[in-house]
């Protein structure tokens, strides 16, 4: 067994081992949680660096952000679609003769990341529930449809802005499909992996006006039972919620 999956299982808790007890309000948090702390070289001579172009991506980095508040409005399904091809579906071109290429870079091309979308928010076009994306036909595995209520996703999620959203992005692990070629050090490629998806959803969201926002206040054992993987050969590593932001 690789000591990976035994961190892994340490860390599913959300209060797990070394956590702290966070008070609700922020004023009553100590000094360093809200301070950024920057490398410094003191008198270090510099290279000052020029103001950058402004192009359509940087624009989108520049306005990317974490959004807490939501209007509980569906996401229509071309909007999910947007942004379930270009945060991790298949963008066109090759890795080599038997590999596509994807929207996210992943270690050795191995792709350990499969995604899922709780569809908290029921439209006409999509309805409540649990779905799969299934990247080789862009389309969405129909796992479980069913409503949430506000209780269910506040056993899911432990902000209660979640309860607003429209649906949160789920990434999983199938660790051995990159294990089997780096061993312990895969896991790390595949949680990089994940955050570059990450990534993608924040700027697809900035781009499309969606407010998204990083979860990882999540129960991981409750989103991995109703997405039916054991936690073990295939377990959640991040999520991020998506929906209309409140203005
Ligand atoms: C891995 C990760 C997990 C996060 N988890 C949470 C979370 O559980 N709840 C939350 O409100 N924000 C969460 N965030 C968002 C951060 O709080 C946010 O990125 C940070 O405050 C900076 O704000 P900005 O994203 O608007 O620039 C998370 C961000 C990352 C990268």
Redesign the pocket.
Known sequence: MFLSTLFHKSLKQYKGPGSVAIPKNPAEWPASWKRIEYKSYGNLSQVGLPDSLATSLSKSIAA???T?SYTAKPLSLHTLSHLLRYSCGEVGGAVDNARKRRAQPSGGAMFPIETYVLVFRSSLELPSGVYHYAVATHSLDILWQRSFTAEEIGQLY??E?VQDAAAAIVMTSVFARNQQKYGERGYRLALIEA?HI?QNVYLLSAELGLGC?????SYDHAIESILGIDGVTESVV?SVIVGEPKR
């Open positions: 990317r952000k974490s807490r432990i902000y802005k955050g990450g926002c990083a979860m990882a206040g991040y």
